[in-house]
């Protein structure tokens, strides 16, 4: 699959000063999945920010003597980024810093904001100046404006909320206090911990929490605001309950990390129970299951486990291809899918296999990894997809792309598994979303649910996606779908400017 990963966000705050920047970079080592483009840290020494960031992955960024450069503070935040808004420059590296007429403030965003382009045309009307070409300054601009009018920073984030629609998870930081925020659909996960010399940290996933040795405290609702003042947590929930919770299903399918929890549900147990789902929808006659690393591997057990078809590992991924990979001369003509997987020949020579992916976009690269087994001697190959076909394009903070790249657009499933070489293919039913986090019932009911809210939250072939959002799968979006949504709509020529 090539999808890629939104993005992470990282905040840490204790009373007394330490080495927050230390504890980011291990907040976002553990999020380096969310984002591999840039990656950045601000940390607040007693009002002072001294930030760190640049394109590449934490580890190429953040070296010994860069980590100790940045000073002793008492709170810090981070991120790490794949831009779903705006180019890959060095100017779009989060977090962002402000300076505004009531003090500083450092913002990480995870998510796109729906109504950014209106938005954005409104505020330089009105005179503002962006240097970035990211959505996310669009959301500092609107806090700092508020902020004049505020009481507090949060008062000001509260106030901005009614501005912004569409995806946001933030880690925001003032001279005096971080500010966490998800938005009010909580399309994207964010959640918060504390550890034991007493830091409070919130971080995109509770994996990174155990990174740092924090202890998972809870996920913050879809519209909670959560503020920290280094002893204190204060939760604002003028805006919970507000509209209706749409987690985006795909964390569980493929963004996130199988040893996170999400809003209650294991991503690990989620992807599990994809592959039974899919075993019983899609079954196959074979000799072994494989899945492709990382984001399939847990789907093929969860398949092996239902079918009684042996799981195995076929596949290898090499984990230490950075940004700095390049493909020189003639080796550029090679097919990268091999540097990055190998097939393991003992598995599956002579053998039926099933191979399990998260997802297909072009197919392009599934076609790639069935050659890679059939050339290890693969008999067969059913290749089975533990998410429903892509139809519609993501406009949340992800790049799943316009119809026209999507082979499931103009493609049929016969048609599919004969482009990417499969014996034969099968997707993961629509209809089994809402099985994958069946876990949650409760606290789906319980953001805003009830009968209504299941009604609602039903997608268009009837299925109960109550509390997530599907709309990649099934065209349900949960806000009005944007105009404009190419990635670089904030970067045009001269050309294509009314001057
Ligand atoms: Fe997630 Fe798909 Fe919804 Fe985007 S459209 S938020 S990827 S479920």
Do not use: W
């Amino acid at each position: 699959m090539s999808i890629h990963e939104e993005c992470g966000v990282f905040g840490i705050i204790n009373k007394n000063p330490f080495d927050a920047a230390g504890a980011a970079y291990y907040g976002l080592y553990a999020l380096q999945h969310r984002g591999q483009e840039s990656c950045g840290i601000v940390v607040n020494d007693d009002g002072v920010f001294s930030s760190y960031k640049d394109l590449g992955l934490v580890s190429e960024v953040f070296s010994a003597d860069t980590l100790a450069r940045l000073p002793e503070g008492n709170m810090a935040v981070g991120h790490v980024r794949y831009g779903t808004t705006g180019g890959n420059s060095r100017n779009n590296c989060q977090p962002i810093e402000v300076n505004h007429q009531k003090g500083k403030m450092a913002l990480a965003h995870n998510g796109n904001i729906s109504n950014a382009a209106r938005l954005r045309n409104e505020l330089e009307l009105a005179g503002a100046i962006f240097h970035t070409t990211s959505d996310t300054e669009i959301i500092a601009y609107i806090v700092t404006r508020q902020r004049l009018r505020a009481a507090s920073i949060e008062d000001a984030v509260s106030l901005a909320m009614d501005y912004l629609e569409g995806a946001y998870s933030l880690v925001l930081m003032s001279a005096q206090k971080l500010i966490c925020v998800r938005d009010p659909h909580g399309f994207r996960p964010l959640c918060y911990g504390k550890t034991a010399d007493g830091c409070y940290a919130a971080a995109s996933e509770s994996c990174a929490l155990k990174a740092i040795g924090a202890e998972f405290i809870r996920d913050l609702e879809p519209g909670e605001i959560l503020v920290f003042d280094g002893e204190r947590v204060i939760s604002r929930k003028e805006h919970c309950g507000k509209k209706e919770k749409k987690l985006c299903i795909f964390e569980y399918i493929y963004f996130a990390r199988p040893d996170s929890v999400i809003d209650g549900t294991s991503v690990h147990k989620a992807r599990l129970r994809a592959g039974e789902i899919l075993a019983g929808a899609c079954p196959a006659q074979a000799d072994i299951v494989v899945g492709v690393p990382d984001s399939g591997l847990d789907a093929a057990l969860g398949f092996g486990r239902a079918s009684g078809i042996p799981y195995g590992i076929g596949l290898i991924k090499n984990r230490y291809i950075g940004r700095t990979f390049i493909s020189p001369g003639q080796s550029a003509r090679l097919d990268q899918v091999r540097i990055k997987l190998s097939a393991v020949e003992e598995s599956i020579r002579g053998k039926r296999v099933v191979l399990v992916d998260d997802s297909i976009v072009r197919g392009t690269t599934s076609g790639r990894i069935v050659r890679l087994l059939r050339e290890a001697g693969a008999r067969e190959i059913h290749m089975r997809i533990s998410s429903p076909p892509f139809l519609h394009p993501c406009y949340y903070g992800t790049d799943i792309d316009s119809p026209e790249h999507l082979i499931a657009c103009s493609h049929s499933v016969e048609e599919t598994a004969q482009i990417i070489g499969a014996d034969s293919l099968g997707y993961l039913p629509v209809s089994g979303l809402g099985e994958l986090i069946r876990e949650t019932e409760a606290s789906v009911s319980g953001a805003g649910g009830g009968k209504e809210s299941a009604d609602r939250g039903r997608g268009v072939d009837g299925h109960d996606c109550a509390g997530y959002c599907c709309a990649c799968f099934d065209g349900n979006y949960p806000t009005a779908v944007p105009s404009d949504t190419r990635k670089d709509r904030f970067e045009r020529k001269l050309s294509e400017k009314k001057l």
